[in-house]
């Protein structure tokens, strides 16, 4: 990935944060049938390995499981808040307008040795897990113990697991950091006049990162 020193976070709590706000994201494998790319959602484990692990799991009849049984190389590419920035906001409009429109935006890569795992126990840890994380914010969260064991029995039967142990985690995080600082309080501003919630949450990120580095 491309990264500009303005935008590089090598903070590994802040770019484990984005993966678990943000948990489906686009598994890329390239191996003997080309590439593959299918959005799926991951659980992250950075207790485990080295570095963490991200495990998730593929419906059965997807040929990217088998990708990655054959040895594919593995890219996951999480990512979070996004919001278009106009040049109107810039101070620097008003004083030369050689400005341009551009794009604001948070993402994590990871990269890994990849493995594809059939184990029935595996895959009801994993579901559960995935579970748990997507319903705890819930008033009465759902668990997989709520559906009857044979027909989840059965659904377990029809997908594959995904273990990557993180071998490398990068992440970008572009919020109009290279800017001058009139041009960032616009940006900021800007944005935080629009009710939206990406936006709101937009201008939260340009008003932590933004400042104090400028072009």
Do not use: C
């Not at 499981?65 to 590419?77: C, D, K, M, Q, S």
């Amino acid at each position: 990935m491309y990264e500009p020193s303005h935008f590089k976070v090598e903070d590994r709590d802040a770019l484990h944060e984005v993966i678990r706000a943000n948990p489906l994201a686009t598994l890329v494998t390239a191996g003997e049938g080309g590439l593959l790319a299918n959005p799926v959602p991951f659980v992250l484990h950075p207790e485990l390995g080295e570095q963490g692990i991200l495990r998730a799991h593929l419906a059965r009849p997807n040929p990217q499981w088998r990708a990655i049984a054959a040895g594919a190389e593995t890219l996951v590419v999480f990512t979070g808040v996004e919001r278009y920035i106009t040049p109107a906001w810039y101070a620097a409009k008003r004083e030369h307008g050689k400005v341009v429109p551009t794009w604001n935006y948070v993402t994590v890569q990871v990269r890994g040795p990849a493995r594809a795992i059939e184990d029935s126990e595996w895959l009801m840890a994993q579901l559960e897990s995935l579970t748990r994380q997507q319903e705890a914010p819930r008033a009465e969260p759902w668990s997989v113990s709520d559906a009857p064991a044979p027909f989840i029995a059965a659904q377990t039967r029809g997908i594959v697991g995904i273990e990557i142990e993180i071998a490398a985690i990068v992440g970008k995080f572009k919020l109009s950091q290279n800017r001058q600082e009139a041009d960032k309080l616009g940006v900021l501003n800007g944005l935080s006049a629009d009710p939206e919630s990406e936006s709101q949450a937009m201008a939260g990120l340009v008003k932590a990162y933004g400042f104090g580095r400028s072009a």
